[in-house]
């Protein structure tokens, strides 16, 4: 059975840091482009970060650039996302995904996608 499993959230003050992390098990992912979302209260699931199979390339949404980094490990078959300078609007609950296909522009749309996390929530005070 396919999975991905999420960690690391929790409740944090603005200004602080957590890293996430998405183990899948079931099958490697190391072909897969693996991305994060987020989805707040009242808000439609939206596009954060992606990392090519290969890790050599990156795209970022325009809220979290500058601050978030998604890495991976394929020898781990795990991938991260490291947050910093945390604001109360990166309050959600945070989706890893993957996908087995797809063009780079493509990866910002949660269809493009065929695996999902059940997600972990965080939350960001003032």
């Known amino acids: 059975q396919v999975q991905l499993v999420e960690s690391g959230g929790g409740l944090v003050q603005a200004g602080g840091s957590l890293r996430l992390s998405c183990a899948p098990s079931g099958r490697t992912f190391s072909k897969y482009a693996m991305g994060w979302f987020r989805q707040a209260p009242g808000k439609e699931r939206e596009f954060v970060a992606v990392?090519?199979?290969?890790?050599?390339?990156?795209y970022y949404a325009d809220s979290v650039k500058g601050r978030f980094t998604i890495s991976r490990d394929n020898d781990k078959n795990t991938v991260y996302l490291q947050m910093n300078t945390l604001k109360p609007e990166d309050t959600a609950a945070y989706y890893c995904?993957?996908?087995?296909?797809?063009?780079?522009?493509?990866?910002?749309?949660?269809?493009?996608?065929?695996?999902w996390g059940q997600g972990t929530q965080v939350t960001v005070s003032s």
């Open positions: 990392i090519t199979w290969s890790g050599g390339s990156t």
């Open positions: 995904a993957a996908a087995g296909y797809g063009t780079m522009s493509s990866m910002t749309r949660s269809r493009s996608y065929d695996y």
